[in-house]
């Protein structure tokens, strides 16, 4: 089989796609699992509820389900539900926006993949030679789903996160605001800048100056700086610091999912943007895809009409996850005690990050031993996209502590067992 550029990029082996195939690959027969490694969220009982009674309301109204099943939305949405989520924006943070402000994608994962390539790559200028653009991603390591979305070599470009390391055993990432501001000055050909807010894997979030920083650098280079709130504010509000509101202005592509409030599975992805992103984001969807599914947006439309889907974040979501994080820090606390180890700020998101100094291995092979005892986590090479080397690119895991406690716990023992094993 012969595969064109863009077959070969995207049907070969990628390095999400091996650790997807890897995460799903049996584990040794008779050995325990202990899932910290996927972006799966928890089940939050009141949040599945809800679902639950919008889906029966659906179902008990005249032919409301029929015509939710039986027909294509159009390309940029559900009217009744980018009209219902521009009054939701409108009403509760006063953004100057309307129903032409909204697109709906197939899960914010397919957003992305429009977006970069939207604006990056070849840039053909009538009379001149084309210009090849790249995107910046100005706090690296960054969410690995991201890293193999360019359809074009090496237009990712990431500035290394800047680490302050605190005495209780933490530390926390900072952009280098000096670096990025050198390398948008020396390159304009950067066409986009983005950052997850929190981030994945880290657990960081981007207090409000920062992003307004960043949004005063993307209007003076007039680029767009994707923001991508997957795990934010005001859903499913899985941040746990104060200095963080929901953010838009108009040099702001903003990409929200339901996915981590309860839908994965319904692919549910929302960008905010201006009307003539939206409408080229919306012509491309309809290529790809004619339209976007129906359901999470039929299911939730109600919730935003009501504002209880910022109750359910604020009232449900929020805390049990903080509950979850905090339990885990207790137990990295308790079991990798006299090692030479760090976590990273647990701000927001379902990860924790923890770094390991004295590791004489790198963490890809450390995340083959942990596999063998049934651990599952995610090595932190994968999320060093775009970058010269960081000094923590092979000292890092990412762990998902949504799970159980009995499983986070016994899982973060392991972990910490087996650091010590194979520690300098
Ligand atoms: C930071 C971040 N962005 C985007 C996504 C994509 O989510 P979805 O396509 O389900 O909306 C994820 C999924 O884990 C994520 O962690």
Redesign the pocket.
């Known amino acids: 089989m012969y595969l064109s550029d863009f077959g070969k990029k995207l049907a070969e082996q990628s390095g999400i796609q091996q650790l997807m195939d890897d995460l799903g690959q049996p584990i040794p027969e008779g050995v325990k699992s202990y899932q910290l490694g ?2 799966n969220p928890a089940r939050v009982p009141e949040v599945e509820k809800a679902y639950r009674l919008e889906t029966e309301k659906l179902l008990s109204r005249s032919d409301d389900f029929e015509n939710a099943i039986a027909r294509y939305d159009t390309p940029q949405g559900r009217v009744s539900f980018i009209e219902t989520l521009s009054a939701f924006f409108k009403r509760e943070y006063g953004w100057d926006i309307g129903p032409e402000n909204i697109a709906i ?8 993949f429009f977006l970069f390539n939207m604006f990056s790559g070849t840039f053909s200028q009538p009379g001149k030679e084309p210009l090849k653009k790249t995107v910046v991603f100005p706090l690296v390591p960054e ?1 690995v ?2 890293a193999d979305q360019g359809i074009e070599k090496d237009t990712f470009v990431g500035i290394p996160a800047k680490c302050v390391y605190y005495p209780d055993n933490t530390f926390k990432y900072f952009i280098d605001f000096d670096a990025l501001e050198t390398y948008l000055e020396k390159h304009r050909e950067v066409g986009a800048m983005c950052v ?1 807010r ?3 894997p880290t657990g960081n979030v981007l207090t409000n100056d920062e992003i307004r920083h960043l949004s005063a650098l993307a209007y003076k280079y007039n680029i767009p700086l994707f923001v ?1 709130n ?2 934010g504010l005001p859903f499913p509000n899985i941040i746990f610091t104060e200095d963080a509101k929901p953010y838009w202005d108009s040099s702001v592509i903003l ?6 409030i309860g839908l ?1 599975s319904l ?3 929302i960008v905010v943007a201006k009307p003539e992103l939206i409408k080229a984001l919306a012509s491309v969807n309809s290529i790809v895809a004619l339209a976007s599914g129906s359901l999470g947006q039929v299911i939730s439309q109600d919730l935003f009409a009501t504002g209880k889907m910022k109750t359910l974040a604020e009232s449900y979501v929020r805390p049990f996850y903080q509950q979850k994080s905090l339990f885990a820090q207790s137990c990295f606390k308790e079991y990798f005690a006299g090692t030479n180890y760090s976590v990273h700020k647990s701000e927001g ?1 379902i990860f924790n990050w923890i770094l390991m100094n004295d590791l004489k291995i790198p963490t890809k092979e450390l995340y083959v031993k942990l596999k063998d005892q049934g651990v599952i986590t995610v090595p932190g090479e994968y999320f060093f996209f775009g970058t010269p080397e960081h000094e923590h690119y092979d000292k890092c895991l990412r762990i998902n502590y949504s799970r159980p406690e009995d499983e986070v716990r016994e899982g973060i023992r392991i972990i910490a067992e087996t650091y010590k094993k194979f520690s300098k």
Request: no cysteine.
């Open positions: 996927g972006g994608t197939n899960g914010s994962q397919s957003a992305f969410y789903g991201y997850s929190p981030t994945n991508d997957a795990y990409s929200m999912s339901l996915s981590k994965p692919r549910t992805g998101a």
